[in-house]
């Protein structure tokens, strides 16, 4: 069983604060497919857990198993798998940005080609419903964003940030994280986040505004059964 909430964060939003988004089959949660890709197992999934997981997937579906670190039953195909870092707010000089717009579901069409161009992780058509996302433009144009994904009680994981190939080095990722983590503070919540262990650049920042590293966690994809007979109980 988890010790702390972070330790199941999708588990614990969708059974917490963002329980009004869950779907459930089983013990098995997950978000609207159009809202995230994440879901939430059990700590200890067992056969029933993945049928269920199965069913409510649909057959050779492609799902999220953040921090799973186990191994996937027979008739599951792992297809994406890599090491990643969660860091906690050890300092953050949080703060107000003044150039930041608050983003909402007309800005949507523009959030998604920023994501598309950028790749910062899974944003779909309602992630925007998670929590407050702000941006920046400039001549009217979105040119950088960053908001709120997971909602464990008493936290908040600060995702999608990202910026304009052609603004990078300007410093505007680093604004909008400590003015997100502002809001997140304001509710008396502390922020959070996840990057990949590999990307350097990213952990290099976190560190620098004031994240530390808590745990190695694992981000894994796998690929349901063709045929619901072909699950092993």
Request: hydrophobic letters at 40%.
């Amino acid at each position: 069983m988890s010790e702390h909430v972070l330790d199941n964060p999708a588990l614990a939003s969708l059974t917490g604060p963002h329980a009004h988004f869950a779907e459930r089959r089983g013990r098995v949660l997950r978000y609207p497919v159009d809202v995230s890709p994440w879901l939430a197992l059990p700590d200890e999934p067992d056969a029933d857990d993945w049928a269920d997981l199965a069913a409510l997937a649909g057959p050779g579906a492609e799902v999220p198993l953040p921090g799973f670190r186990g191994e996937v039953p027979e008739g599951w195909e792992v297809t994406f798998r890599v090491e990643g870092v969660q860091f906690v707010d050890d300092g953050l000089a949080a703060a107000p940005e003044p150039d930041a717009v608050r983003l909402g579901p007309a800005d949507v069409p523009e959030m998604l080609d920023l994501v598309a161009r950028t790749q910062p992780g899974p944003f779909e058509r309602r992630t925007v419903e998670l929590g407050t996302y702000l941006g920046i433009r400039r001549d009217g144009a979105l040119i950088a964003m960053a908001g709120e994904r997971l909602r464990p009680p008493g936290w908040t994981e600060i995702s999608a940030v990202c910026t304009d190939p052609a603004h990078r080095g300007e410093g505007l990722a680093t604004r909008l994280i400590l003015a997100v983590a502002h809001g997140i503070r304001e509710r008396g919540e502390t922020p959070f986040l996840h990057t990949g262990a590999g990307n350097t650049d990213a952990i290099r920042l976190y560190e620098s505004l004031g994240f530390r590293p808590r745990r190695r966690t694992a981000f894994l994809a796998a690929r349901t059964p063709e045929r619901p007979g072909a699950l092993v109980t």
